[in-house]
């Protein structure tokens, strides 16, 4: 294949990652808004976050199997239009229910673009440049989360919310014809007809679905009454009849032996407390810059700004050093730098001179830039080529579980304490204070105790001996 019609595939998956991960983050910036617009609180309004992460999740191990189905190409048309229309469906939503029913639909065309696309790269390239070129990746499978509150604060405060899910019409249609230009390859695939394995699929949904909803409902009713209690029993017991029917499947949703694999599991379990923290980090910066500090919409986008730039600057550095040194020691040193950053987030408080929380933003940008991709680039080499395609969505998956069960936790932890600061005779101020530093302080934990999968993780990226993953032509 020539290196132009290479980098042109690279492109179009670069623009529809970034795409569907803006829309994981670009509505926080705008939650306050949405909160007042339609008068609810703020774990009722998590729920528009919360809800399109958990459909992603839903969707994500069908990314196999569709793929066996459809074969990319297909795949890939199908999943942007999906997830264009559910954008349209947004902005023109008028209360909060058809709001979380648009986000639903945009949803499950968002949870096949980063896992396809993923597989799509991993297929394309050869592994001896696999960091590198999931570095250049990486910057619209992260870039769109980092940049998305501060394009979300300009376009709430300029044109409204609904301008937030306006925007992604024409980068839709945009992709969708390139998409038609650059990936006419995949096209030569060959079909593999595998079984949808359907009882897997729906115990699988369960699970996701009452996991959650027991965790977001635990902050009402309290985590010991009889709901909360029976709700995760079924998560429980759905996650269990799912592992034993997918033991015994010849064809399975997710193939159980990849977590045999050590170096494998140690890339995931940094995935989910990764996402665990971060995810619900970035949860609580909007009522922080704005409700706490009182900034508008649009300076606390760009405050966030410094973020996104030193992300961008350090990933396609962070994807080459792991080509070459392997990825453990700069995820670990991610790691911690992001660490660092919850530190500075729990200190900050009205009257923070603004340096002090740009060089935050700062910090934690340069934490997330060495660690996407060499833990991306470390996922993919751990399995060998067939496994790709599930790997990538296994990975996905749990992201997107860590980053839902971490907003859904950080919004009780902080809504208890706010409630018990209040009963004990605190100001308001100063009880939003404390909420959200215990938050913070809640990801700062999470993300030092990562470190020690971390440490696990293998010193090299090991490039396969037979690679079949790219394309000849």
């Not at 709430?156 to 937030?164: A, D, F, K, V």
């Not at 996991?211 to 009454?225: D, M, N, P, T, V």
């Not at 009205?350 to 833990?375: D, K, Q, Y």
């Amino acid at each position: 294949m020539r290196d132009q019609n290479r980098g042109g595939i690279l492109f179009v998956m670069v623009l529809g990652t970034t795409m569907a991960g803006i829309d994981s983050s670009i509505v926080n910036i705008s939650l306050p808004v949405m909160s007042r617009q339609f008068q609810c609180s703020l774990d009722d309004i998590e729920w528009v976050i919360t809800v399109y992460m958990l459909s992603f999740s839903i969707l994500m191990p069908l990314t196999n199997w569709l793929k066996s189905k459809l074969g990319f190409f297909n795949l890939y048309i199908a999943a942007i239009s999906v997830f264009t229309l559910g954008s349209l469906m947004c902005a023109l939503s008028t209360d909060l229910s058809s709001l979380l029913v648009a986000r639903i639909i945009q949803a499950l065309g968002g949870g096949a673009l980063a896992p396809t696309s993923m597989a799509i790269v991993s297929y394309v390239f050869p592994a001896r440049v696999r960091g590198t070129v999931l570095g250049w990746w990486g910057l619209g499978n992260i870039m769109g989360p980092a940049i998305g509150p501060t394009l979300g604060g300009f376009l709430t405060q300029l044109y409204g919310w609904p301008s937030i899910f306006y925007i992604n019409l024409p980068i839709g249609l945009i992709t969708i014809a390139l998409a038609f230009k650059y990936l006419g390859v995949l096209r030569k695939q060959t079909f593999v007809k595998i079984p949808f394995d359907l009882a897997g699929f729906v115990t699988l949904t369960i699970f996701l679905v009452t996991l959650q909803y027991g965790i977001a409902k635990a902050e009402r009713i309290g985590l010991l009454s009889p709901q909360i209690a029976i709700t995760l029993g079924v998560a429980i017991v759905a996650l269990v009849v799912f592992i034993v029917l997918e033991r015994r499947n010849k064809n399975p949703l997710i193939d159980l032996t990849l977590f045999n694999n050590y170096a494998f599991v140690s890339c995931i379990l940094v995935t989910i407390s990764r996402a665990a923290a971060l995810f619900g980090g970035l949860f609580l910066l909007p009522f922080l810059l704005q409700g706490l500090m009182g900034y508008s919409e649009s300076m606390s986008g760009l405050l966030i700004l410094p973020n996104s730039i030193m992300m961008a600057a350090m990933m396609p550095f962070a994807g080459k050093w792991s080509d070459k040194h392997g990825s453990r020691n700069i995820s670990m040193m991610g790691l911690f730098l992001l660490a660092v950053s919850m530190y500075f987030f729990s200190i900050l408080d009205v009257g923070s001179p603004v340096w002090l929380i740009i060089t935050t933003m700062a910090i934690r940008g340069f934490g997330m830039g060495l660690l996407i991709a060499p833990l991306n680039a470390a996922t993919i080499s751990a399995v060998r080529p067939s496994q790709v395609t599930m790997a990538s969505s296994i990975s996905s998956l749990m992201q997107q579980v860590g980053g839902a069960l971490g907003i859904a936790i950080l919004a009780i932890i902080s809504q208890s304490t706010l409630n018990t600061q209040l009963e004990h005779g605190v100001s308001a101020p100063i009880a939003h204070h404390i909420s959200l530093q215990t938050g913070f302080r809640i990801s700062l934990f999470i993300l030092l105790v990562t470190l020690i999968p971390a440490f696990f993780m293998p010193r090299k990226n090991e490039v396969p001996t037979a690679d079949t993953t790219h394309v000849h032509t």
